[in-house]
């Protein structure tokens, strides 16, 4: 993997290589934010809110809206909060995340049940099995990029197995093995740092012309662990792919749908990071 400034602490590679042959037509998008998790039937004694989530999501939509993707028709279609953020949003090859080509999640993660939307039913994912990422039954494989700004989303003995279910289109899932920090400081500097990270990843996967597993890791080392964190906590980002669709470029990205299941994972140790904030 080329990163601009290299320092790779540890590496775990199962990697394909990627065939896709033309830039995508297409980026509608939407984000997915949960603060108030004493609103969507969290115990208020458990201390889950998390009061980072939507400026990140802000800064997300920053990055994309000041990026120049060429000729894809940028559309954001939505930015979706606390308690509009149902599971049923994420469940079904016909669900609202399946009717655009990249979404982003900023909130609680679990390795087993996936993402965490709450503690009402509403909220719950029973499975891994129960979320549906591309839409290959219904949409023809809109979905095609996932980012996970949570924790644990891949802390699991092999990745490539828990999420093969999940694929049914998507071209790739980006998030973290290990825990992900955030930061608690004001409004306009949480924003910040959520479009900071998410400029180094669309410099690095548009105008670096970089692939899409390195643009997600070196953007998290530079802009998180060696960026707003200050390398005072570790972080463990990776990425699960379709087959052949690990080293994805922006200007080799089409938007046809990648065939269901995995083919491959990677992820990168920067620092020393934690696990359920142990």
Not at 2 to 24: G, H, R
Not at 50 to 74: I, K, M, R, S, W
Request: charged residues 20%; proline residues 3%.
């Amino acid at each position: 993997m080329y990163c601009k400034k290299p320092k790779l602490l540890l590496m775990a590679v199962v990697a394909l290589t990627a065939l896709a042959t033309a830039e995508p037509s297409y980026l509608w998008y939407r984000t997915y934010s949960v603060e108030n998790y004493n609103g969507n039937g969290c115990d208020p004694e458990d201390s889950l809110n998390l009061p980072d989530c939507h400026n990140f999501a802000q800064g997300f939509v920053n990055a994309v809206e000041g990026h120049d993707l060429g000729a894809a028709d940028v559309w954001l279609r939505g930015m979706v909060k606390d308690t509009d953020c149902v599971a049923s949003n994420w469940t079904t090859t016909c669900s609202q995340a399946n009717d655009c080509d990249f979404i982003n999640y900023n909130g609680h993660g679990n390795h087993v049940y996936g993402p965490y939307f709450g503690a009402d039913e509403e909220y719950q994912f029973d499975i891994f099995s129960d979320v549906k990422f591309g839409g290959l039954d219904c949409w023809g494989g809109y979905l095609k990029w996932v980012q996970l700004m949570s924790c644990l989303s891949f802390y699991q003995a092999f990745p490539v197995d828990a999420w093969d279910d999940v694929f049914d289109g998507v071209h790739s899932v980006m998030g973290y093995r290990s825990d992900f920090y955030g930061i608690d400081g004001s409004e306009a500097y949480n924003t910040q740092c959520g479009e900071a990270l998410s400029n180094e990843f669309w410099d690095n996967w548009v105008d670096g012309e970089m692939s899409i597993n390195a643009s997600w890791i070196c953007a998290q080392r530079d802009a998180a662990y060696y960026g707003y964190l200050d390398e005072q906590v570790g972080i463990e980002p990776g990425i699960v792919a379709a087959l052949g669709m690990l080293y994805e470029t922006w200007a080799s990205a089409d938007d046809d749908p990648a065939g269901a299941g995995t083919g491959s994972f990677q992820y990168v140790t920067y620092g020393d990071p934690t696990y359920y904030g142990e």
